[in-house]
């Protein structure tokens, strides 16, 4: 069975930095691509970032490349998304996901990945 947990979330200041973790279970960063993603209050579920298994290939929602870079531990089997430069309106529950359609490779960021694990909060604010 597949478990995905994000960690590392917390409160911090504009301009500060975070790095979450995503632990997987049941999947392999050898064969699974891992996304994050984000929901504000009030607001829809948006992706954040993408690494595929393959290539390491990554990708970024415009709103935070430049900010956020994701990157994957094969020997730990966790990703993680290291969160920098932080705004107030990048508050949000961070959510780590894998897709059973997709696979090795990134979908579009705007597709909902199926397999979803437990969040974690960052609150940016002064």
């Known amino acids: 069975q597949v478990q995905l947990v994000a960690s590392g979330g917390g409160l911090v200041q504009p301009g500060g930095s975070l790095r979450l973790s995503c632990a997987a279970s049941?999947?392999?960063?050898?064969?699974?691509?891992i996304g994050w993603f984000r929901q504000a209050p009030g607001k829809e579920r948006e992706g954040v970032s993408c690494i595929s298994s393959a290539d390491s290939s990554t990708y970024y929602a415009a709103s935070v490349k430049g900010r956020f870079t994701i990157s994957g531990d094969k020997a730990k089997n966790t990703v993680y998304l290291q969160l920098n430069s932080l705004k107030p309106e990048d508050t949000a529950v961070y959510y780590c996901?894998?897709?059973?359609?997709?696979?090795?490779?990134?979908?579009?960021?705007?597709?909902?990945?199926?397999?979803w694990g437990k969040g974690t909060l960052v609150t940016v604010s002064s």
């Open positions: 996901a894998t897709d059973s359609a997709y696979g090795s490779s990134c979908p579009p960021l705007w597709h909902p990945m199926d397999n």
């Open positions: 049941g999947v392999s960063l050898d064969d699974t691509a």
